[in-house]
C-alpha cells in the first residue's frame, strides 16, 4: 500500500483555478513518500479530458488516474475516488485549493507523532479573492471560504462537533474510516450528497471526519498545514454567499443524526429542527443583506 493518495474531484471547474491546484500538487515535496492522484470528474460537460491543463497533467504527473462519475454529487464522486484509492491515507483538494509544498511532508510527520488521530486538516487557510470581493463582504466571505490561523496543534475524540475538528478544504483522512463513510452512503445510512450542479448542501466532509470519532480515532487541525482557498467573482457575491451558507447550515442535525443516532435523542428531530434553522437563517440573512446595501458593517 502506498502512502497517500490525493483526491481532486470537480465538476465544470473553473480552468485558472484547477490549474492552480494541479500545479499545486506537481509542486509537492515527495521526498520518502508514495503517492498517486486520482482527478475525478463528476460528469463535466465538455468532459475534463478536453481541458488542456488535464491533458498537460496526464503527462507530467507520475501515477495519476482519471475517472469519470456520472452521478451528479460531490458525494458520489468522492466514493469513486476513495474506492479507487491505494493509499494508507487519503488527501481530500478542491479544483480552488492550493496547498504549500511541503503539505505531505508536515502530514506524515502528524501521522507519525500521533497516531491516535485518524484525520487532518489545515491549521493555516488564506482565502485568495482571484477576481476581488466587495469589501463590504469580504469579511463575512473569509469567514465562509474558511480563512483560518490556528497558533497550536490541537485535536479531540468527542462524539460532538468540536471547533478543532477539520473541514473538507485539505482534509486527510485515514482509508479506513473513510470507507467506513463510503460504506454508510452506500447502504443509505448517509444521504447527502453533498454539492450538486448548482446546489449547495454539504455534510459529506464533517461525516467523514465524524466516521473517524465514532471508530475511536481523534481529528485535529495544525497551523504547520497550509494552504491557500482560491475564489472567483462567481463564487465571491452575496447570492452565491447566503446558499453556500443556508447549505452549510440547514444539514447540521440531520449530519449528526446519520452518524450519532443518539444526537437525536438529545436534540430532537432533525427534520423539525430544520424548518426552525431555515426560518432563522432566512431572517438572519434578510438583516444582514440590509445592512450591506446600507453600507454598514455586518454584526
Not at 473553473?14 to 494541479?22: H, T
Not at 471547533?163 to 454508510?184: Q, R, S, W
Not at 442535525?253 to 432563522?280: H, S
Amino acid at each position: 500500500m502506498i502512502d497517500f493518495s490525493i483526491l481532486i474531484c470537480v465538476y465544470n471547474p473553473d480552468e485558472r483555478l484547477l490549474s492552480k491546484c494541479i500545479y499545486a500538487v506537481n509542486g509537492l515535496d515527495t521526498s520518502n513518500i508514495s503517492l498517486e492522484v486520482i482527478l475525478v470528474d463528476n460528469n463535466s460537460n465538455p468532459s475534463l479530458n478536453t481541458y488542456p491543463i488535464v491533458q498537460n497533467a496526464q503527462k507530467i504527473i507520475p501515477n495519476l488516474i482519471t475517472l469519470v462519475e456520472p452521478k451528479q454529487g460531490i458525494s458520489h464522486a468522492r466514493v469513486a475516488g476513495i474506492k479507487a484509492a491505494r493509499g494508507k491515507y487519503i488527501v481530500i483538494f478542491d479544483g480552488d485549493n492550493d496547498p504549500h509544498s511541503d503539505y505531505l511532508q508536515v502530514l506524515s510527520k502528524l501521522i507519525e507523532q500521533h497516531s491516535s488521530v485518524g484525520a487532518w486538516g489545515p491549521g493555516n487557510v488564506w482565502v485568495n479573492f482571484i477576481d476581488g470581493v466587495d469589501d463590504d463582504l469580504k469579511i463575512k466571505a473569509m469567514e465562509l471560504f474558511q480563512e483560518r490561523h490556528d497558533d497550536f496543534t490541537v485535536f479531540a475524540c468527542l462524539r460532538s462537533w468540536q471547533d478543532c475538528y477539520p473541514f473538507g478544504t485539505g482534509l486527510c483522512i485515514k482509508t479506513e474510516h473513510a470507507l467506513l463513510y463510503v460504506n454508510m452512503f452506500e447502504s443509505g445510512n448517509f444521504t447527502l450528497k453533498g454539492r450538486e450542479g448548482n446546489r449547495l448542501s454539504s455534510g459529506e466532509d464533517t461525516q467523514m471526519v465524524l466516521c473517524c470519532i465514532i471508530s475511536g480515532y481523534a481529528a485535529g487541525r495544525s497551523p504547520d498545514l497550509k494552504m491557500n482557498h482560491v475564489i472567483p467573482a462567481s463564487r465571491a457575491n452575496l447570492n452565491y454567499m447566503k446558499r453556500l451558507a443556508y447549505g452549510g447550515h440547514i444539514d447540521y442535525d440531520l449530519i449528526m443524526t446519520q452518524v450519532m443516532p443518539e444526537y437525536k435523542a438529545n436534540f430532537g428531530n432533525p427534520l423539525k429542527k430544520a424548518c426552525g434553522v431555515q426560518q432563522r437563517f432566512t431572517k438572519r440573512w434578510q438583516k444582514q443583506f440590509y445592512q450591506i446595501t446600507q453600507g454598514k458593517s455586518y454584526t
